[in-house]
């Protein structure tokens, strides 16, 4: 079964992304579609003479990268197709897409037992390439709506020492938008200008505004960030001990040894699987403070795997109430990285064995 993935799980599957046509008797490349009432979105990828990929994404809560990938043939006007999985598993569930022009209608294929996945049925309306821009724009500003809402309820439910923290968050928020969206969109290639049109350069650069993929990548980074700022901070540290969290896909595990001395492993993977890092040291116990309900340590560690002039990272850890910030400098950054470290981490407790 290729199930429903949560709403604010950092996306791996691409959504397919290009000019719109008409599923017909000679099918294009890509044909798009649209389910208005339940806001979900269909994609048919021709892959050889018969072959077809199926790729459906929900959007009820903006942002989503929840998806549902298949593959099947195509015959006619009718595709027959079923999950994509890992090899030797069980497909599941087989259904048929039937449509033409202006809609396509997936059912499941008749004569199976206990069918699932459902939630793929249903009635589709092709939609145009402004009509998809359109949507996205609309996606990404519901988005940023729900992010600036969710920083004003916890500015006034999160408490004690927790309250301040949406606000520095909030400080930091277009920084971390600039760091996410240079790794995750990949702006247009630059078109080849018509000869009748003036000369401007050999090359007319394309404007993000005016690229669907644009806006949904600025939707997966806001849903990922109200989902980190919806959490109500319930659980508070007492000690250096435990698993911290930025909601981008960075991680820090934090133990303290009877010496006083702090074991700190940091990594991360941001938005795709190549710009990960991995960094890990001891902060000795003397330069553990603690003061006003404010722990703070610093360091410097070496990072593996890097040209030598990248190898030292100063770290700056701060510790206070349910969260976690860290800070680093660099005399040189790695050649072709964009991962990061720097940000607020949300607490948890040491899991038990």
Known sequence: ???????????????????????????PKLAYFYDEESMRYLTLRQTSATGVEVAMRWASEPGSTGMWTGQ??????????????EEGQDRGTYFIAKGGESKMEILFKP????????????IYRRVSDEKRLQLARKEAQAAEERLNTALKESAHTWSGMDKLVPADWKARWPVLLGRWMKIGYQPLEPQQVKPAQPVTGGKETPSAEKDVNYWLKLAQARAVAYGFIQQMPVLKSSSWDGEYDDGFGGHVSIRRAKDGKLRVNLNCTRVIENQGADLAGQIPAEAVKSKNDEDTAAAVFNEADVPE?????????????????????????????????DGIYRWSPVPVE
């Open 1 to 27: 079964m290729n199930s429903r993935l949560p709403p604010f799980q950092i996306p791996v599957l691409a959504l397919f992304l290009s000019v719109a046509h008409v599923w017909g008797a000679e099918p």
């Open 72 to 85: 099947g043939n195509r015959k006619d006007n009718v595709t027959t197709f079923a999950a994509v999985v």
């Open 111 to 122: 004569g199976q037992k206990m069918p699932q996945d459902p939630g793929i049925l249903g």
């Open 309 to 341: 002039d990248a190898k030292e990272v100063s770290i700056m850890l701060k510790r206070k109430g349910g969260f976690l910030w860290v800070e680093t400098k660099r005399k040189a950054s790695p050649p072709g990285s964009l991962s990061w470290f």
